[in-house]
């Protein structure tokens, strides 16, 4: 890199971190984005109790002093507990350790980093922006996202695994698969966002015997995950089982379109396995292999119930992935992935403005279907075309 554009790369970080904590410190003081808003609340309450009374990670209890210590009831409604796999105290345990606005703040920080770093790396990779004035530029544009913006706001747990995804993805081009195994692991912290790529990556491991540590770094990983939290909370995975059964009833992306008995989501899911065979000699950061992890991401937004956008927010490495690809699979339609992305940003930003200049007139919706059903579905659109790309599997 050119000692200019490395300059101007230093001075990217260090405004995007100052812009970072800046975001998290408003947060943290405001009084209209409460930070008892955050997702990181209730676990932070959780662990607490945990730690001081012995109660239980997934007791009711937790769920029903945390709604009155926030806002004096459940303002929503909605039954709501620890519902994560209880080895996210890994992450977790060291914030109960302190005062809850510190912990808030450093989580709402780590969150934003874990994004932005894990981006950073699958661009540095891809090669997609090249130039430090259009990789600022869309470093921008996915700080003021919405996904980005709301993820941040809730303090959620998803860019754990866009990071660990993005580890493991280098990892793998360089062949060291004992480490993308384990690295791998950071896809169970909140599985209902992962599992399809997951398991793609566990299921291609299968088919050559050089590819095997992954699986043994993933076990072995999982393991000492699991028995971490079972020292902390014994018998957590039956308890976390039986909490996922009071789960509020939440729709998914295709049953906003058209999902009669499930089953879009089905053969969408059907689809990608077969898919997932076909392509299962794919070389690691091949074409195959990257559109693989493309269509699972897609896939796995579009048939998973959850609530709202923010589980899209890994799609913006499905972005860094594609566009490179289409420039150079497709040179005449090069651009056309990023002339996508663009309207669906701008169209998400509209329907948001609309609805908060106009309320009540249900263009939050559409705002959240732009990004909970449209994006996903645009990702899994241009990937399948590359699947028929000769010399694909590199």
Not at 143 to 164: E, K
Request: hydrophobic letters at 55%; glycine letters at 8%; aromatic letters at 18%.
């Amino acid at each position: 890199m050119p000692r200019v554009e490395r300059q101007k790369m230093i001075v990217l970080a260090v405004v995007g971190l100052f812009v970072i904590v800046a975001f998290a410190v408003a947060l943290n003081l405001s009084t209209t984005f409460s930070r008892f808003y955050s997702d990181i609340f209730l676990r932070w309450y959780a662990a607490t109790k945990l730690f001081s009374e012995g109660r239980n990670l997934y007791d009711p209890q937790n769920a029903t002093e945390m709604w009155q210590i926030a806002f004096g009831q459940n303002p929503w409604g909605y039954e709501t507990n620890f519902f994560y796999p209880a080895h996210l105290l890994v992450f977790v345990a060291p914030l109960a350790l302190l005062p809850y606005q510190t912990a808030h703040l450093i989580w709402t920080i780590i969150i934003q980093l874990f994004y932005f770093i894990g981006l950073w790396l699958i661009i540095r990779h891809s090669g997609w922006p090249s130039k430090s004035t259009a990789i600022g530029i869309f470093m921008a544009l996915n700080f003021i996202s919405l996904p980005y913006i709301f993820h941040t706001i809730w303090g959620q747990f998803n860019t754990i695994g866009m990071l660990g995804l993005a580890l493991c993805f280098l990892a793998l081009c360089d062949g060291r698969y004992a480490l993308a195994g384990a690295l791998a692991v950071s896809l169970t912290f909140k599985p209902q966002n992962d599992l399809l790529v997951l398991l793609f990556l566990l299921f291609w491991s299968l088919w050559q015997k050089k590819r095997w540590p992954f699986i043994l770094g993933f076990g072995v990983t999982s393991f000492f995950c699991w028995l971490f939290a079972e020292l902390l909370q014994p018998g957590w995975v039956m308890a976390f089982m039986a909490s996922l059964g009071h789960y509020t009833r939440v729709e998914s992306a295709v049953d906003l379109l058209w999902n009669p008995g499930q089953v879009t989501a089905i053969l969408l899911a059907l689809g990608s396995l077969v898919v997932f065979f076909w392509k299962r000699h794919a070389a690691p950061g091949s074409l195959d292999f990257v559109v693989c992890l493309t269509l699972s991401l897609a896939v796995w937004d579009l048939v998973v119930p959850i609530y709202g956008w923010i589980q899209t927010v890994l799609l913006a490495l499905a972005i860094v992935w594609l566009v490179p690809l289409w420039k150079r699979s497709f040179p005449v339609f090069g651009h056309s992935p990023v002339y996508g992305f663009a309207f669906l940003f701008v169209l998400g930003w509209i329907f948001f403005f609309l609805d908060f200049v106009f309320p009540g007139i249900g263009m939050l919706g559409c705002a959240e279907k732009t990004y909970k059903l449209l994006f996903p579905l645009f990702v899994a659109v241009i990937s399948v075309p590359l699947l028929w790309k000769r010399g694909s599997n590199g």
